[in-house]
Nanobody
Framework: QVQLVESGGGLVQFGGSLRLSCAAS????????MAWYRQAPGKERELVAV???????AYAGSVKGRFTISRDNAKNTVYLQMGSLKPEDTAVYYC??????????????WGQGTQVTVSS
């Protein structure tokens, strides 16, 4: 089992910055990668950024160059630094951890979500 607790959401003005944190605990040794997703009202959940155990990262095109995902392995914490925020970034942001088993099957863990609202 893995537990994920997000923090850092809130209200920010257009062009502002915000940093989200995701503190993970539990069976971390089998975690394949961690990621941030977001879901806006009436829309499907979408991948924002992902970071692998080797530190490699990938981003959605809509946030590339504005958001940065990073991790502190000593603290089992993943961060999402968001800059140049736009109203369309408004969403509930979810932390995700994917566990990979020996048979190559995977299981996704999710945090409770944190609201980010960008005012125009």
């Amino acid at each position: 089992q893995v537990q994920l607790v997000e923090s850092g959401g809130g209200l920010v003005q257009f062009g502002g910055s915000l940093r989200l944190s995701c503190a993970a605990s539990g069976r971390m040794f089998s975690i394949n990668h961690m990621a941030w997703y977001r879901q806006a009202p009436g829309k499907e959940r979408e991948l924002v950024a992902v970071i692998s155990t080797d530190g490699s990262t990938a981003y959605a095109g809509s946030v590339k160059g504005r958001f940065t995902i990073s991790r502190d392995n000593a603290k089992n914490t993943v961060y999402l630094q968001m800059g140049s925020l736009k109203p369309e970034d408004t969403a509930v942001y979810y932390c995700n951890a994917q566990e990979r088993f020996r048979d190559a099957t995977t299981y996704d863990y999710w945090g409770q979500g944190t609201q980010v609202t960008v005012s125009s």
